[in-house]
C-alpha cells in the first residue's frame, strides 16, 4: 500500500505545473483587452497605443474589445468571470474604483475578484465648452450658471467617471447647478457638445486637444495642481478661482483573482517597456498620459486604498447627481 501510493503520487507529478513555468510559456494565445468605454474616449485611445506594441513585445495579438455601458459594469463583470490565466484582462478606469461608492449590488467585488497588474496612467480633466456658451472663463461660467440655474448641462464619459466626479466637485465648490449628462465615453460625449446638444463637457486631454487647438471647442481649465504641458496657457481651477476640484483620470490594468502573480509580474514588465518605448512614449505625452507602471503588489494596495477614500467621499458629497 505504501509502495502504491508512492507510486501514484510520484505519477502525478508531472502534471503539477509550477507557477514560475507557467509564467515562463505565457501567453499562449490571444490577449483580450476589455475596455469598459465606446471607441473615441481616453480609455480607448490609450488601450489602442499600448495594443499593438504589447503585442509584440509578448509574443501574441493584444485585441482591443470595447464593452461599453453608462457604468462600466458590464465590461469588468466579463473579466471578473474569466479565466484567471492573464489572457483577459480590463482596463480599468475611475469608475472602476468609485462604483462601490454610490452604485450598489454590483455583480461582482472590487477587490476580492480581480487582481492587479499596474496602474498605467493618469491624466488631468479638462473642462470644455461650446463657442455658443457665453463665457470665456471659468468665473464667467460660474456667473452665467448662477444667474440662469438648471440651463446648462455637462457631458461625461459616464456615471462614475473622473469626468461625472469632477462636475459634481464643481458644482459643489462653485454653488451652481449644472445638470449631468453621462454618455459611454469622452468620444460621443464631444460630438454632443460639439453640436451644442450639450453646453459643456468635462473630458480627457487624448480626446479634446484636436478641438481645442481648431477652435472648435473652448478649455476653460485643467484638474490637478499643475497646469498641463500640452496646453500651459490654460489655468488650473484653483488659478481660475474655484479650488478642490482635484479629480484625475487614472487608468490601470487588472486580471481575474487568482490570476498567478508571476503572470502579472511578466505583463507588468511588459507593459511598463512597451511605454517607455520612445514612439509609444512620444504618443502617450502627446495626448497628456503621464505613465505610472508601479508593480502588482502596489496597485493591489492602491485600488483597495482608492476604492475606501470615494467610500469616505460618498458619505459626506452626493455622487448622484
Known amino acids: 500500500m505504501i509502495r502504491r501510493r508512492s507510486l501514484a503520487g510520484a505519477l502525478a507529478l508531472p502534471f503539477v505545473v509550477p507557477a514560475a513555468a507557467r509564467a515562463q510559456d505565457f501567453p499562449t494565445r490571444t490577449i483580450r483587452l476589455i475596455v469598459p468605454r465606446a471607441p473615441g474616449g481616453g480609455s480607448d485611445n490609450l488601450a489602442r497605443i499600448l495594443a499593438a506594441p504589447l503585442g509584440t513585445r509578448l509574443g501574441q495579438t493584444v485585441v482591443v474589445e470595447n464593452r461599453p455601458d453608462a457604468t462600466a459594469i458590464i465590461g469588468a463583470e466579463a473579466v471578473a468571470r474569466a479565466a484567471p490565466d492573464g489572457h483577459t484582462l480590463y482596463l480599468s478606469d475611475n469608475s472602476f474604483y468609485q462604483n462601490p461608492s454610490f452604485i450598489p449590488h454590483?455583480?461582482?467585488?472590487?477587490?476580492?475578484?480581480f487582481s492587479a497588474v499596474t496602474m498605467l496612467a493618469q491624466a488631468p480633466v479638462v473642462l470644455l465648452a461650446n463657442p455658443a456658451v457665453p463665457a470665456r472663463t471659468v468665473a464667467e461660467l460660474v456667473a452665467y450658471a448662477k444667474a440662469n440655474p438648471g440651463k446648462l448641462s455637462y457631458a461625461s464619459g459616464g456615471v462614475g467617471a473622473s469626468t461625472h466626479f469632477a462636475g459634481v466637485l464643481f458644482n459643489l465648490r462653485a454653488g451652481v447647478e449644472i445638470v449631468h449628462v453621462p454618455f459611454r465615453s469622452s468620444g460621443p460625449a464631444v460630438t454632443a457638445v460639439l453640436s451644442n446638444q450639450v453646453q459643456l463637457q468635462y473630458g480627457g486631454l487624448s480626446s479634446a486637444r484636436p478641438y481645442i487647438e481648431a477652435g472648435t471647442l473652448r478649455a476653460l481649465a485643467v484638474t490637478g495642481t499643475r497646469r498641463a504641458e500640452q496646453l500651459p496657457n490654460m489655468p488650473t481651477f484653483a488659478e481660475a478661482g474655484v479650488p478642490g476640484v482635484d479629480v484625475t483620470s487614472v487608468w490601470g490594468i487588472h486580471a481575474p483573482a487568482r490570476t498567478p502573480i508571476e503572470i502579472r509580474r511578466k505583463l507588468r514588465d511588459a507593459l511598463v517597456a512597451t511605454m517607455q518605448d520612445p514612439e509609444v512614449s512620444r504618443r502617450l505625452n502627446q495626448l497628456g498620459y503621464d505613465p505610472i507602471g508601479n508593480t502588482p503588489e502596489e496597485h493591489q494596495r492602491q485600488t483597495e486604498e482608492i476604492v475606501a477614500l470615494?467610500?469616505?467621499?460618498?458619505k459626506r458629497v452626493?455622487?448622484?447627481e
Open 106 to 113: 454590483i455583480p461582482y467585488d472590487t477587490i476580492r475578484d
Open 318 to 320: 452626493n455622487l448622484n
Open 310 to 314: 470615494w467610500i469616505d467621499v460618498a
